[in-house]
T-cell receptor
Framework: DQQVKQNSPSLSVQEGRISILNCDYT??????FLWYKKYPAEGPTFLIS?????DKNEDGRFTVFLNKSAKHLSLHIVPSQPGDSAVYFC?????????????FGKGTKLTVNP | DTEVTQTPKHLVMGMTNKKSLKCEQH?????MYWYKQKAKKPPELMFV???????INESVPSRFSPECPNSSLLNLHLHALQPEDSALYLC?????????????FGQGTRLTVV
């Protein structure tokens, strides 16, 4: 059973416009949410995170919104740039024995067209 | 230095071979992870080490054997693998349970079992 869901496998956006990537989760024990960007055959690169006690976190062009009651988060990228084209993974973190267990969604492939 | 270094980048091995994947970080992180990623799938957690002790084993077959010789190094010993074990193996590190839980990933080792 998938605990972290990204229901859109792909998204295409025009350069300069806003990209909105969505993520839903089912486990109420998740205490931290993260977004990673990934290019083929490379490791994921951390983008931005949000604690479960917050509803918004902003870092430059990237903003993550968390709606705990709906168990939903979204990543906004504005303005979108062609270099943002990659697969974006939503991940949720659960504390486990002093470590953090990251559970990933299936990813959304973002294409930003010039 | 925010790097996690994995070697080798590519590995081809036969089903009777024994090989090891290596991971190194110098960020002072005390949690280290092995993930496995198959094509078009999200990374899946295999093992977590916290303070050099194995804290999570996600029911991984015994042909995968992790080892954490010190706080900077993590190995994954491989023996008698199957072709279906071919995947991208990702190492990651983070500070355990501090609230700033972004995990840093290495570039991965692309493993092919023939």
């Amino acid at each position: 059973d998938q605990q972290v869901k990204q229901n859109s496998p792909s998204l295409s956006v025009q350069e300069g416009r806003i990209s909105i990537l969505n993520c839903d989760y089912t486990n109420s024990m998740f205490d931290y949410f993260l977004w990673y960007k990934k290019y083929p055959a490379e490791g994921p690169t951390f983008l931005i995170s949000i604690s479960s006690i917050k509803d918004k976190n902003e870092d430059g062009r990237f903003t993550v919104f968390l709606n705990k009651s709906a168990k939903h988060l979204s990543l906004h990228i504005v303005p979108s740039q062609p270099g943002d084209s990659a697969v974006y993974f939503c991940a949720a973190s659960e504390s486990w024995g002093g470590s953090e267990k990251l559970v990933f969604g299936k990813g959304t492939k973002l294409t930003v067209n010039p | 230095d925010t790097e996690v270094t994995q070697t080798p980048k590519h590995l081809v091995m036969g089903m009777t071979n024994k090989k090891s994947l290596k991971c190194e970080q110098h960020m002072g992180h005390r949690a280290m992870y092995w993930y496995k990623q198959k094509a078009k799938k999200p990374p899946e957690l295999m093992f977590v080490y916290s303070y050099e002790k194995l804290s999570i084993n996600e029911s991984v077959p015994s042909r995968f054997s992790p080892e954490c010789p010190n706080s900077s190094l993590l190995n994954l010993h491989l023996h008698a693998l199957q072709p279906e074990d071919s995947a991208l193996y990702l190492c990651a590190s983070s500070q355990p349970a501090t609230g700033a839980t972004e995990a840093f990933f290495g570039q991965g080792t692309r493993l092919t079992v023939v």
